[in-house]
């Protein structure tokens, strides 16, 4: 019973906390930035400001959730839910708003892998169910978040989205204070690097580069430019696949294991990667964004479970999990909008496939290991 409460606690946490946050930067961000006379290569540093954060803070975070418990570490990205909104109203130029950014950004940094990890604490043999259904949970808010936020902008300016990021914020960090307190058996910092994490990780890292690539790019295809709502409803729709898709694809891992899922959902992306470098008509478009969403889905839902299953540090081996994610998300866009939408969907792709070829060498390999061994 008192696990059950404290999952739909931290569901309700994980809600609020990706609705306020996305909330504060689509479509709010940009639209703020502008009213304060940034110029696009302002606002493009700035937005990318929270991600470097990321970077850095997930497996600090991680590795300090093993030290000090994971509910310390939650208190203190529920106080950051609540303050850096009101930040907002000090920045006033560039640097100031990359500050705010950074500092916001640091609030979902610690969130996401000490959540996860708590998670895992409390459902070690069904971690994969219900870490998807966290993932659901994120995922509603922020898909629920550029709604709001623009609705609210258009009505009643962005000082009121500001004071709401922030009261979704002030609930996260009460709610933080009834969370059960877990992790905390590191007794004092230790590190050490694992190939196996570096090859689950590299995974994710392929699949947020396609996801950013796809977000950032699909409202350019040529058939889409002149429809901005329709590009829109096919994200919304993406979004919306993967929160009902993640909790079934966590039990199908726990049932079944965590390669086969992997493998299965990784193929999904590349497939979809190679229809979007060759799609000609909206109709790939959308087959390749559903199959992209299913597939992502299906490997996600294993690899964060996995990855806390191959470290006895689940807080540190999720915080790196998040800190390559982050990477590959930061590279996505980068990697398109240089190679071209051919090319740089396709070696997305392909980089995924090489991603899946490596794990599943080494899986092989520890397999061969073992029976050795015995």
Same mark, same amino acid.
């Given at each position: ?7 739909? =606690? ?84 560039? =640097? ?44 509603? &808010? ?107 694809? &966590? ?124």
């Amino acid at each position: 019973m008192a696990r059950s409460r404290a999952l739909h =606690l931290i569901l309700i946490a994980g809600f609020f906390a990706i609705l306020g946050s996305t909330m504060s930067k689509s479509p709010t961000l940009p639209l703020y930035a502008r009213s304060i006379g940034l110029g696009n290569e302002a606002i493009g540093l700035v937005a990318a400001a929270s991600t470097v954060t990321g970077i850095f803070v997930n497996f600090t975070s991680g590795l300090l959730s093993d030290v000090y418990g994971r509910k310390k570490l939650l208190k203190m990205s529920g106080f950051v839910f609540l303050s850096a909104p009101l930040l907002y109203f000090l920045a006033g130029d560039a =640097l100031t708003l990359a500050l705010v950014r950074i500092y916001y950004g640091v609030a979902t940094a610690i969130f996401v892998p000490v959540s996860f990890a708590l998670i895992s604490d409390i459902y070690p043999h069904k971690k994969g169910t219900f870490m998807g259904l966290l993932s659901s949970s994120t995922l509603i &808010g922020r898909a629920l978040a550029p709604l709001l936020a623009g609705g609210i902008i258009y009505l009643l300016g962005f000082s009121v989205v500001f004071l709401l990021c922030s009261m979704t914020g002030l609930l996260v960090f009460v709610l933080t204070f009834r969370f059960p307190d877990t992790g905390g058996e590191l007794q004092r910092f230790e590190l050490s690097f694992s190939w196996e994490l570096l090859l689950i990780g590299l995974l994710d890292a392929a699949i947020y580069m396609a996801y950013q690539g796809i977000e950032t790019f699909l409202p350019l295809f040529y058939y889409l430019q002149d429809r901005p709502w329709l590009s829109g409803m096919i994200l919304a729709v993406e979004v919306a696949i993967m929160a009902v898709v993640k909790p079934y694809a &966590g039990y199908l891992s726990d049932r079944i294991g965590r390669t086969k899922p992997i493998v299965i959902g990784m193929s999904i992306v590349g497939l979809a990667m190679l229809v979007f470098s060759l799609s000609d008509s909206l109709w790939l478009v959308v087959f390749a964004a559903v199959a992209f969403s299913v597939g992502a889905s299906i490997s996600e839902a294993s690899t964060k479970p996995l990855a806390a299953e191959v470290s006895r540090l689940r807080g540190t081996a999720l915080g790196f999990l998040e800190s390559i994610k982050d990477i590959g998300q930061a590279l996505g866009p980068v990697l398109v909008g240089f190679l071209g939408f051919r090319i740089g969907f396709a070696f997305i792709g392909l980089f995924g496939m090489a991603s899946l070829a490596l794990f599943l060498f080494a899986v092989g390999r520890n397999k061969v290991q073992k029976r050795e061994g015995d």
